[in-house]
């Protein structure tokens, strides 16, 4: 039988009422305790942002340059990420069960390179998204594309299926090669995947006007990086999507392909937590590259 408490001085604290926290993140306060904690692993409270490692690439293009091994490339990387964007079956095969990173699982797939990318269906069921303990679901959505209500569709049954059980969406806006990568389309494809449901939704960035795709997109946006780019570019690029209102980015290629992983994933770091400006981060990287020109030794 436990033992009576027989404290006398309890403190009962009357004098200081039981506040009530506003959620962070953008959007994201009407939703429940578990939906609200899984994206407070990914999204940092002090900064609102995050940095994600998209490796996901292989679901529809094979082993992509920098992804051919993801154990000797990728798992080094894992310390200095906020979160991993990843396939089930690399989580299974790769990923330690010890990584401490939140893992977004890739929830979509069907066609490879060689076929009409659009036409995607859910690949992963909500079971084995909660048995991964993954922090949330990535789908593609191809508006304007072949099968756009297909991929609206998918995403929709991942949103109605997550809320369920409090695992946030990931919406990312594909962009066929026929359309073009303008505020207009972006801000119209964000606009779609968040009135539908998403919790986040990852775009890529556009010179001009990208503020008002942030703008119109009532969630957390965060950038895809796209393909690599000299540091330089990859960073300004970075910093101009926050600066226009991005809640951090998903980035792969430009880190992963890049001669110094590690030390490009420290200068984004930087970037998008904070606010380094792109030529301060080129420094950055540049002396950590120095430091270690292999490129993947943890500090
Ligand atoms: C789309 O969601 C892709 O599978 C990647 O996750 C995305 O393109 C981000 O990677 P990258 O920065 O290389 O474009």
């Known amino acids: 039988m436990p033992e009576a408490d ?19 993140l953008k959007g994201s306060g009407a939703y429940d305790w578990g939906m609200q904690n899984r994206l407070a692993r990914v999204f940092a409270p002090d900064s609102g942002r995050a940095v994600m490692l998209a490796i996901d690439h292989g679901y529809f293009q094979g082993p992509t340059t920098g992804l051919e091994r993801i154990d000797v490339n990728i798992l080094p990387l894992v310390p200095y ?3 991993l964007f990843v396939t089930r079956g690399i989580v299974r095969s790769v990923v330690p069960a010890a990584t401490r990173a939140p ?8 066609p490879s390179i060689l076929k009409d990318l659009s036409d995607e269906q859910i690949a992963v069921d909500i079971d084995d998204v909660l048995r991964l303990n ?18 609206v569709h998918n995403m929709t049954r991942l949103v ?8 946030p969406v990931l919406g990312v806006t594909a962009v066929g090669r026929e359309l ?21 939704v990852k775009t890529y960035y556009c010179e001009e006007d990208f503020d008002t795709v942030t703008a119109a997109c009532p969630v ?29 980015v998903d980035m792969g290629r430009n880190i992963f392909q890049s001669d110094s992983p590690i030390a490009m994933l420290k200068a984004v770091r930087k970037v998008v937590h904070e606010n380094m400006r792109p030529d301060h981060a080129l420094e950055l990287f540049e002396t950590l590259r120095r430091e270690d020109p292999a490129g993947l030794a943890p500090a």
């Open 6 to 24: 027989a404290t006398e001085a309890k403190l009962y604290h009357q004098d200081i009422p039981q506040r009530n926290t506003a959620f962070f």
């Open 81 to 83: 990420v906020d979160s």
């Open 103 to 110: 893992i977004w699982l890739r929830a979509s797939g069907g």
């Open 134 to 151: 993954a922090v949330g679901v990535g789908v593609q959505v191809f508006i304007g594309g072949e099968h756009e209500t297909q991929t």
């Open 160 to 167: 109605d299926q997550g809320l369920r059980y409090g695992v």
């Open 180 to 200: 073009t990568r303008d505020a207009r389309y972006l801000g119209l494809a964000c606009r779609i995947i968040a009135e539908l449901g998403a919790q986040v």
């Open 220 to 248: 957390p946006v965060v950038m895809a990086g796209g393909k690599k780019l000299a540091e330089l570019d990859a960073l300004k690029m970075a910093y101009n999507a926050v600066q226009a209102g991005a809640a951090g």
